[in-house]
């Protein structure tokens, strides 16, 4: 699927978006503001297809777990996270609202017809975060190095907690995969990883960060 049909549906961590279960029964907040269970319809329900590698014996034990549960857990880790702050929208860190926007200018895009480098600009990469008390290869979303401020760690390490690098995981001989607009997909390695010309719009440099207007 190319991503570019995603961003139409999945809003990534938005709220009011309407999601349903393997039964068709409506899914709640907050895990119908995630993409997964917005994005499992156009894959079959088939979760297989968004955990992958070692990855996927985590959604097998998942599988186990009382319906509610599953839903829950199979929400939060798919291998992939989203570029959720730039596109699609982030409620939860910087919501495109229409006061946000007149502070920093249309900063994240929603429609296809928005993008201006559509083979620069990343939806997706690969994902690590905390489950419990050890680090999983997989998160919904991944994070800027830059938003006002710079946000990451200079450097990556496995060894730090995964929020430092944004959740992104360079888990491939140091490269995360990666997905952008135009649909292809590439390996980048820590330091194109940090390059804000990959997670915005409308950046002009490496080191951009969202200024008032």
């Known amino acids: 699927m190319r991503t570019t049909t995603m961003v139409g549906f999945c ?5 009011g978006f309407s999601a349903v279960d393997r039964r068709g029964n409506p ?8 993409y997964p269970w917005r994005l499992a319809p156009y894959c079959g329900n088939n979760f ?35 570029n959720s702050v730039f596109v ?29 480098r559509p083979s620069e600009l990343m939806t997706f990469a690969s994902a690590r975060a905390q489950n419990g008390s050890t680090v999983v290869e997989g998160f919904y979303k991944i994070q800027p190095p830059f938003l006002t401020r710079r946000l990451w760690d200079n450097q990556y390490s496995d060894s730090a907690s995964p929020d ?11 490269k995360a995969i990666t997905a952008f607009f135009d ?7 820590t330091d194109d990883l940090q390059n804000m010309r990959h997670w915005s ?7 951009w960060a969202l200024q008032s207007r």
């Open 11 to 15: 809003q990534d961590y938005r709220y």
């Open 27 to 34: 899914i709640g907040h907050p895990i119908n503001a995630r």
């Open 48 to 82: 297989e297809l968004l955990y992958s590698s070692k990855n996927r014996a985590l959604l097998r034990s998942f599988s186990q777990l009382e319906e509610s549960q599953y839903v829950y857990s199979a929400s939060v880790f798919p291998s992939l996270g989203i």
């Open 88 to 116: 699609g929208g982030d409620d939860l860190v910087l919501s495109p609202s229409g006061n946000a926007q007149s502070k920093f200018g249309h900063f994240c895009v929603i429609r296809d017809s928005e993008v201006r």
């Open 164 to 174: 430092r690098f944004g959740f992104v995981h360079p888990r491939y001989n140091q």
């Open 183 to 189: 649909g292809h997909a590439e390996g980048l390695g």
């Open 201 to 207: 719009n409308t950046a002009t440099k490496p080191d």
